[in-house]
């Protein structure tokens, strides 16, 4: 059976790795992420305009509509999460537990009961 490792002759040619100040790529993730946000953005505006003067906005119009503003939401958390260093499914996590949950004075009942 192989190994999933590599041999110890090639991890010893790698470089040692940097944990005190690694390169970072946040202006590389901004350079991507903004073009398509506002790509994104302005195919669903145009569409929706294009449809209400030529014809009528359908169901399928709707639905884009609410996948893209979920895709738009998720690019701003990433943004922002990339540019103060958090993790972006802790991020979510918590608003989620923090929605979800009730508390009611000393019982409290929701998902955090669940997630911890």
């Not at 490792?5 to 470089?15: A, Y």
């Not at 350079?31 to 009528?56: D, H, Q």
């Not at 884009?64 to 979510?92: E, R, Y």
């Amino acid at each position: 059976m192989a190994s999933a490792l590599p041999p110890p002759s090639v991890t010893m040619t790698w470089p040692k790795p940097n944990y005190i100040d690694p390169p970072s790529r946040k202006l590389v993730m901004l350079a991507v992420e903004i073009p398509l946000l506002t790509l994104t953005f302005g195919i669903v505006i145009m569409r929706l305009i294009s449809r209400y003067f030529l014809s009528k906005i359908a169901i399928d119009d709707w639905i884009m509509l609410l996948a893209s503003i979920g895709a738009i939401v998720l690019m701003v958390l990433t943004i922002i999460a990339t540019q103060f260093g958090w993790l972006v499914t802790k991020l979510c996590t918590d608003l989620f537990v923090q929605l979800f949950t009730i508390h009611l004075g000393d019982y409290t009942f929701g998902i955090s009961k669940y997630l911890g």
